[in-house]
């Protein structure tokens, strides 16, 4: 038995049963991160004396009887999450000797439960891309071929969990950033409802569609994570306030009765062979355990990719406008005065793609456009919202692909980023609605690359979607399946 | 879409960015290529549908006005490029 292959779940029986001690598995975990990392490229930053120190105090606290279900897991946070005292870049060079006055809400939640912190986790620049090629800190390798992308932007925290560089790892999502990973990776990955993972301490790409959310090896795990992390944060006035359920207690419910939506616009789109039958397996799947399939609309997906590049990069280009040079991050020391200092700081600190989406977002906002673009998204938004009720209305959940094609090449869609922005048509339209969804392993491509399906569930209906995907993983067993490293 | 190269370097400047010669005409196709995409949605009647800012609808949210303990001027100044004492440390403003 290697200490990293174990789940979250069986880890945590072996530290509370003193079988395995924290100490011995941060040292496990960190040594697979730093024999990986220099093919995978999947840490910014491996913090090798906070988690040998996290785990000693995790030791101490199992010895105590004081430890939770989290206690003594060596876990990674994609580089967006603020950690006090710990470098924090979000793969950009603007930030990049940055070290956080304080933390995220979800990293301090776990470290109240006790993890063991291994690192920082690499990913697309703030979080704008689809396959981690963005990255200040370079490209993240998908661990089933090196040659391919890994998926973003929470490459980084997908390719540790598929490499068993991590027992656990955070992304966000903000177009599909936790769930198109998690599927060219063979991970599990969990969009929350928006509002329901606190958003403080998350450097922010678009506040209004953006949320944290686990990525882990099998559903279990998801449910623990995502119990640990969620809740109300007086510090994020978007986090609602309702309770929290006990998301593992439903999980062996499973699926008899319930009734699962077909977004017939979804299978309009070209998809991979490869894709399309892992669908059709999914399908089957779900229908031998009991559950009912209905065809369902959701008229208004083809516009969703549209709506959701104007309102994120607007959003984004006003973020983004505190990084000035002046309170942190990158400052030019060549300039002249003020708006010099500011424009050459901005310039020579972002990266390519995050310039685009800055200007597009500008333009959109800017005097003239802002009605015909940014307004109309927004219109365009609540008939897409509305698509989503209606079919609940129908439905328990929606099954559909994660994406159009299994892992592509690093490099196949750098130069042209409309086709980089279309891979994300399956996932950007729950974003939009603001619902919670999650990409399950369910396949593998002809060379071999893993395949996830998404779970699209109701607003704050996260127990439907871990039950079904218990459910599928059971039946399955593909969640097991292992990169050759 | 056309999007100009005069178009690219007036946002760029509302922006806070400047492009270099080789990025100016690069990006007014890549826009022009996005922007056209994204007309599609003039396809759409949106008359009389309210925009949607916030997928979930909330209030205003208010909070005791309570003096809590804030993180203080040496670790908000920490990052800082340049600083001066207590102070942000910026190129002169006024002649």
């Not at chain 1, 009887?65 to 005292?85: C, M, S």
């Not at chain 2, 999007?3 to 007036?10: P, S």
């Amino acid at each position: 038995m290697n200490i990293f292959d174990l789940t979250v779940h069986e880890l945590s029986d072996k530290l509370q049963t003193r079988q395995i001690s924290a100490v011995e598995a941060a040292d496990a975990l960190l040594a697979r991160s730093e024999a990986l990392n220099p093919s995978l490229n999947s840490y910014i930053t491996i913090t090798r004396d906070q988690a040998l120190a996290d785990a000693r105090q995790a030791d101490e606290r199992i010895a105590a009887g004081t430890a939770t279900r989290l206690t003594g897991i060596p876990i990674a946070l994609k580089d967006i999450f603020l950690t006090e005292g710990i470098r924090t870049t979000c793969a950009s060079r603007i930030l990049d000797t940055f070290i956080p006055p304080y933390s995220a809400t979800s990293y301090e939640k776990l470290k109240a439960a006790g993890v063991t912190l291994l690192g920082k986790l690499n990913q697309d620049e703030f979080a704008m891309g689809s396959s981690n090629e963005s990255s200040a800190y370079g490209v993240c390798r998908n661990p089933w071929d090196t040659s391919c992308i890994p998926g973003g932007s929470s490459g980084g925290s997908a390719v540790a969990i598929a490499a068993r560089q991590a027992t656990a790892t955070l992304g966000t999502d903000t177009g599909g950033s936790i769930r198109q990973p998690a599927s060219h990776c063979g991970c599990v990955g969990l969009k929350p409802t928006y509002g329901r993972v606190s958003r403080y301490g998350v450097i922010a790409y678009a506040s209004s569609l953006d949320q944290v959310g686990p990525m882990t090896r099998d559903v279990t795990d998801c449910a623990i994570m995502l119990e640990a992390i969620a809740g109300y944060d007086p510090k994020d006035s978007t986090s609602v306030d309702t309770p929290v359920p006990d998301y593992q207690a439903g999980l062996a419910g499973g699926v008899a009765g319930l009734k699962i939506g077909l977004p017939v616009e979804y299978f309009r789109h070209a998809l991979s062979p490869d894709v399309q039958k892992a669908m059709d397996d999914a399908i089957a799947t779900y229908r031998s355990l009991g559950a009912e399939f209905v065809d369902v609309s959701l008229p208004h997906t083809d516009y969703a990719v549209a709506s959701y590049y104007l309102i994120a990069t607007a959003e984004a280009s006003s973020n983004l406008a505190r990084y000035e040079g002046v309170r942190f991050g990158h400052r030019s020391e060549s300039a002249e005065n003020l708006i010099d200092m500011m424009t050459r700081s901005r310039s020579e600190g972002f990266g390519t793609e995050v310039k685009r989406r800055i200007m597009l977002g500008t333009y959109a906002l800017s005097s003239g456009y802002y009605d015909a673009y940014y307004v109309k998204a927004q219109k365009v938004r609540t008939l897409i919202m509305n698509d989503f009720i209606n079919a609940f209305n129908e439905v328990d959940l929606l099954l559909t692909p994660v994406a159009p094609t299994p892992a592509f090449k690093i490099g196949e869609k750098i130069n042209d980023p409309l086709q980089m922005y279309l891979s994300d048509i399956f996932t950007i339209p729950v974003n939009l609605a603001g619902t919670c969804a999650m990409s399950l392993p369910a396949g593998v491509s002809g060379s071999s690359l893993p395949i996830g399906v998404q779970l699209i569930g109701k607003p704050f209906g996260e127990s439907t979607l871990l039950r079904a995907g218990y459910a599928f993983e059971q039946a399955t067993g593909w969640h097991t399946r292992k990169a050759e490293l | 879409m056309q999007i100009t190269v005069a178009t690219v370097e007036h946002i760029a400047k509302l922006a806070r960015l400047s492009l270099t010669a080789d990025e100016k005409p690069t990006f007014a196709s890549q826009m022009g290529a996005i922007l056209e995409y994204v007309e599609t949605l003039k396809e759409l009647n949106t008359d009389g549908v309210v925009p949607t800012s916030h997928a979930v609808p909330m209030e205003n949210a208010f909070r005791e006005d309570m003096v809590t303990p804030s993180i203080g001027v040496e670790k908000a100044l920490a990052n800082a490029p340049f600083r001066a004492g207590s102070f942000y440390l910026v190129p002169k403003v006024i002649e």
